[in-house]
């Protein structure tokens, strides 16, 4: 149905089913409602530049993505987070912006975004812990909100995060119940925010057992298969090897698997492993029962989340920074188990000495 059919059925003009549907003032209530009720039963969807004229704004909201980390869009937490957002831009009438920027020139990229008003309001992704992006953007006046937190920014802000120390330290303390002294962290990179939470509440679940960290069971990087394989083929080679790992990713929790099978181990018998798990639309952990033990938490509900409040703080600008802290599930799999005893004999593969 288009616009004239909608006003023909309405029994209203053209520029007042038109105007009604674009917020102007002068439509009554009573008429809005009638107008907005009849377009959804209709699923009529209004003219995005022609509300962008009728409100003042662009109608729309950009993700910046550095090319130094243009590998996120082929990630499938970036892909799940897109999807959430979107869906709640979809509902708003709203399009997304993606560009891509070259290292050193954000600055300039974002003040030519606040100079055109192509957008209404920012995203900004993978926050370091000293992150200048929070304050060139606050300074522009742009609404935007970050996906995660910067640790030593102390300005008030607008996120949507994790709890990744929390997590971190839950999982690390249920691999101690089962025994667990020797567990390695493969990390993401730790001048990452997130990636220093879960540093964090890994060390401080060690701390309050008594257990002293050892930096040779420690590993940081990109988030990678050969990170996890690597990681672990080194840690399982040293005299005395770790008996559970925790990382950062399933991806890097799949490099594991592989070096403790190629070690002639068994995962969850011999070796545990505790990865984060994302809830991913496109990398599922397992089927009917998780093959990981993971800490989980929906990237795509964190990006509707942070949709959802981006386009509250462009309606309401004075509604203040806004700020949710999402927990994560401890998801029990087959990755786990209790610690071998001292001197027990580990699985060896057929075909292995």
Known sequence: MNLKELASHLNLSQTTVSRALNGYPEVNKATRQRVEAAAREFNYTPNARAKGLATGRSMSIGHVIPTSSKREMVNPVFGDFITGASEAYVEAGYDLVLTLVEDGKEERLYRNIRDKGNVDGIIVHSPRMQDSRIALLSDLGLPFVVHGRASNITADYSWVDMNNRSAFERATAFLTELGHSRIALVNGLEFMDFAFRRREGYLAALAVRGIDPDPALMRQGEMTELLGHQSAQEMLAQPDPPTAFLTSSMVTAIGVRRAIQEAGLEMGRDVSVITHDDELAYLMNGQN??????????????????????????ADPDCGPLHSLLEAELILGNSTGPAPAAGEPKTVRQGQT
């Open 289 to 314: 029962v998780p093959l990981f033990t993971a800490t989980r938490s929906s990237v795509r509900a964190a990006g509707r989340c942070a949709a959802d409040m981006l386009l509250r703080m462009i």
